[in-house]
């Protein structure tokens, strides 16, 4: 069983920066793969960024290339989003996941990231 717990959203303005971080229960971090997904009022969640293992590897939406970064320390089992050039459609409810090689993906409980035009 793994836990996770989102903090860093809020409100921004446009062009504006976040950080979100995830923390992650347990001593298995390093065996597991992080991502970033969001949901928008509305509309279905949909897959933001993720890294790998190690965090040599990581892959993004088109939408959020070149703006986010993705990382990870697992020194302190806590995986990061960092935002920038945000805008107003970036509003959403962002959700940080988890799953190891085989097995069910969990989620965390949200964090609201609102941008104002």
């Known amino acids: 069983q793994v836990q996770l717990v989102e903090s860093g959203g809020g409100l921004v303005q446009a062009g504006g920066s976040l950080r979100l971080s995830c923390a992650a229960s347990?001593?298995?971090?390093?065996?597991?793969?992080m991502g970033w997904f969001r949901q928008a009022p509305g509309k279905e969640r949909e897959f933001v960024a993720t890294v790998s293992r190690s965090g040599g590897s990581t892959d993004y939406a088109d939408s959020v290339k070149g703006r986010f970064t993705i990382s990870r320390d697992n020194a302190k089992n806590t995986v990061y989003l960092q935002m920038n050039s945000l805008k107003p459609e970036d509003t959403a409810v962002y959700y940080c996941?988890?799953?190891?090689?085989?097995?069910?993906?969990?989620w965390g409980q949200g964090t609201q990231v609102t941008v104002s035009s």
């Open positions: 996941s988890a799953n190891f090689p085989i097995g069910p993906k969990y």
């Open positions: 347990g001593r298995t971090f390093s065996s597991l793969t």
